[in-house]
């Protein structure tokens, strides 16, 4: 009789034999997070078979293929110029396109019709300013006004509240964030909590290595999250385009009785470019600068953390001396050209559309390299960072029918949990069962 037995091999720990002779994994392969020694999905066992008299041996390489689990993208919008961000309209399945030269389009993705609403105007498109977030107010009784983050004619940082969603918008309310100098890490990102408040992602200021200490300084609105109170209009709908006192610091905020800015609620970020909530918490993808991307949490009762920029990139020191209570991130990859690599972290969504395999996974990317990771969104754990080892490359199950989806420059998700991604390039794809 023959006898088989496992001999060897840089992955012999990940098989068994079976009663019966066979080969088997001990746990299924999951082509997207591979588990074999060198991490290309082509496992290594030797084996060795017996009988009474003598033995020999055979090296096994078994490749892992891939299955895309159910995933399927369509490209559903082209022609965009420079599009920035994908915000879903309430009640329908049709989505707001925003382009970096200040016009917003309505997209029907079922037919890829694109109609222009309008162009948001007094805007500096230089560097990475522009035209570069949006959100909707959350109370049905306001649904004809909206938030928009920009970047002002001069250069500077503007949170706009505008009256009408067709036509000829007015302004509200403005918020004016002074950004001198760079026309880099401007941030971009705004959304609303579940608490009703407003929370803004604002770059560092911009220049290597945060030269003004923006994000350390806590009477800086740079290189924060801010948290904003979007109140009723007492004007009944009268432009007051200079006024911020429709946009007052939100309650709890930590320095509303002094010690820093009131409109501050985190500090030390470098460039949070793209945030989103999942229940009470905002997920941050900041930008790095040199070696380190990083995702990080807050939670909307928790003011006042500090996620360590400039002392720190991620978890690695960067300059001086850091303070204790530092908050480092939840999750970091390194710089490079690899599979678990990248440049500059594009942050995404908790997934909680119709395809059932990513239902709970955090979903992002990176511009420069053009990998799409997930994660579980359970695996996000404050207090440890998930090394990039775990997370799940996803670029052969986004594949898309149509197009190249690269230069990811945001996610997008509409009212039915679908999520979007955007390339740069001027296309906008969707998942979608398949």
Not at 223 to 240: F, N, Q, T, W
């Amino acid at each position: 009789a023959l006898t088989f037995a496992i001999d060897g091999g840089a992955d012999a720990a990940r098989f068994s034999i079976t009663a019966a002779g066979a080969l088997r994994f001990n746990e299924a392969p999951d082509y997207d997070l591979p588990g074999d020694a060198d991490g290309d999905n082509v496992y290594a066992v030797q084996l060795r078979v017996s009988d009474a008299s003598a033995s020999a041996t055979q090296t096994v390489n078994i490749t892992v293929t891939n299955s895309r689990e159910g995933i399927s993208v369509a490209r559903v919008g082209t022609g965009f110029s420079q599009p920035t961000f994908v915000l879903g309209i309430p009640g329908s399945s049709d989505v707001y396109v925003l382009e970096k030269a200040g016009r917003v389009y309505r997209l029907t993705p079922s037919t890829g019709v694109k109609t222009l609403l309008f162009t948001i105007g007094d805007l500096s498109t230089d560097g990475e300013r522009g035209l570069l977030g949006m959100a909707l107010l959350p109370n049905p009784a306001n649904s004809d006004r909206f938030m928009i983050y920009c970047t002002n004619a001069a250069g500077d940082i503007e949170i706009r509240e505008y009256g009408t969603l067709s036509g000829s918008p007015r302004v509200l309310a403005r918020l004016t964030i002074p950004h001198p100098g760079a026309n880099n890490h401007n941030g971009g990102s705004m959304v609303f909590g579940p608490d009703g408040l407003l929370y803004v992602g604002v770059g560092d200021g911009g220049g290597s290595g945060d030269p003004g200490n923006n994000a350390q300084n806590p009477n800086s609105r740079l290189g924060k999250i801010l948290r904003i109170r979007v109140v009723e209009d007492p004007y009944a709908g009268a432009s007051v385009p200079d006024d911020a006192g429709f946009l007052p610091p939100a309650p709890g905020n930590p320095y509303l009785a002094g010690g820093g800015n009131p409109y501050v609620y985190a500090i030390g970020l470098r460039n949070p470019f793209r945030t989103s909530f999942s229940g009470s918490t905002l997920i941050i993808g900041d930008v790095g600068q040199g070696a380190v991307e990083e995702v990080n949490l807050v939670s909307t009762t928790q003011p006042g953390l500090n996620f360590g920029w400039r002392f720190k990139e991620g978890t690695q020191p960067y300059t001086g001396t850091a303070p204790g209570g530092l908050t480092d991130p939840v999750a970091e990859y390194g710089h490079g050209s690899g599979p678990r690599q990248g440049n500059s972290i594009t942050g995404g969504y908790v997934y909680r559309g119709p395809v059932t395999s990513l239902v709970g996974q955090y979903v992002f990317a990176d511009f420069v390299s053009g990998n799409i990771w997930s994660v579980p969104f359970s695996s996000l754990v404050p207090g440890q960072t998930l090394a990039s080892s775990r997370f799940a490359r996803r670029n052969e199950d986004f594949a898309p029918d149509a197009g190249t989806l690269n230069s990811i420059a945001s996610f997008g998700e509409d009212s039915a949990g679908n999520l979007f991604l955007i390339s740069i390039g001027g296309d906008i794809f969707m998942v979608r069962p398949g």
